[in-house]
């Protein structure tokens, strides 16, 4: 893959305020009709949900597109529709209101175009790390030849080659969401949807979870989106942060960010210690406890 989606990624916006590494876009529906190499393109969504009270409204009129190697970083209150957005671009549960494409094409249920990474990997305790990365390929009736050494590669990619004989219930917590991410990533899908899916972790075990994920993206060129509490790890992990509000969830703030560029280049997270990602933090605090 050539690395001109690096540069696409953070082409400044028309709207720029005073922090250095931040272009504040103003929300455009046309953004759509705009562009068209888009990989997702999330329009007019609607979902709710029927609850035994009656209708539960989730989502409203959420449009935006996801680029090819995008990593986008989805913040927002405790139940404002996250799970919901990540559910729908899975195929989990369809809109009920507007469309989710995927190439131009409408989502209409799972496959392994999409690889979702959950908090609680719901991995085969018994099977041995090795042969829940293989799980996959072995089920699409991928040749054994095939897919072995690619098996062999991804557990490299994500460190866990030493420990590919061992079981699932062997290992720890950050050691298993490895498996999940190799596990999502074996598939080569268009991609990769994660919920929470450091939520459950300590906080070395989570950074060093982060620094493998933000190194797989930017070797691969994965588009990734990642739902989280967390607005340092947002800022550190992003290409681009997108906030929603209280339920029923809307997007409320969509912006670039190019400090995990930043960390990648330096090979080091000081830069949460500068001036402009203490400014960014704060204003994005704002915003989500504002709601
Ligand atoms: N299966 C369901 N049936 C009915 N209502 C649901 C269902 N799933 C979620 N909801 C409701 O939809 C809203 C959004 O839920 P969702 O799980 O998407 O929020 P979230 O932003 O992921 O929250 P959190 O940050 O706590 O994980 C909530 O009001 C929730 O109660
Ligand atoms: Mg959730």
């Not at 103003?26 to 190499?37: F, G, K, T």
């Not at 139940?79 to 989990?92: Q, Y």
């Not at 549960?93 to 799972?110: A, F, R, Y």
Request: hydrophobic residues 35%.
């Amino acid at each position: 893959m050539s690395d001109t989606w690096k540069e696409k990624l953070y082409e400044p916006s028309d709207e720029l305020i005073s922090v250095e590494n931040v272009n504040y876009k103003r929300i455009e529906p046309s953004i759509q009709e705009a562009e068209s190499d888009e990989l997702i393109a999330i329009d007019h969504v609607d979902l709710s949900y029927k609850g035994n009270t009656g209708s539960i409204k989730a989502l409203e009129d959420i449009n935006f597109n996801i680029f090819p190697g995008e990593f986008i970083c989805v913040l927002g209150p405790s139940g404002c529709g996250k799970s919901t957005l990540l559910k729908i671009l899975a195929g989990f549960i369809q809109p009920t209101g507007g469309t989710v494409k995927l190439d131009g094409k409408e989502i209409k249920g799972t496959d392994w175009h999409r690889g979702v990474v959950f908090q609680h990997p719901p991995l085969y305790e018994w099977f041995s790390v090795r042969s829940n990365v293989a799980f996959g390929p072995k089920m699409r009736g991928i040749p054994k030849e095939e897919y072995e050494p690619k098996v062999e590669e991804y557990l490299e990619k994500v460190n866990l080659s030493e420990f590919a004989d061992k079981k699932i219930y062997e290992l720890s917590g950050g050691m298993k969401q490895r498996v999940s991410i190799a596990r999502a990533l074996i598939n080569n899908p268009e991609i990769l949807l994660m919920d929470e899916p450091f939520g459950a972790l300590d906080a070395l075990t989570r950074e060093s979870v982060q620094d493998l994920t933000r190194k797989i993206w930017w070797e691969t060129g994965k588009t990734i989106f990642f739902i989280t509490h967390d607005v340092e790890e947002a800022l550190l992990l992003a290409s681009r942060i997108i906030v929603l509000s209280r339920h029923p969830g809307k997007v409320i703030e969509d912006i670039s960010v190019n400090f995990s560029r930043q960390v990648v280049e330096e090979g080091s997270t000081d830069v949460k210690f500068s001036s402009d990602f203490y400014k960014c933090r704060e204003r994005l605090l704002r915003l989500i406890n504002s709601q």
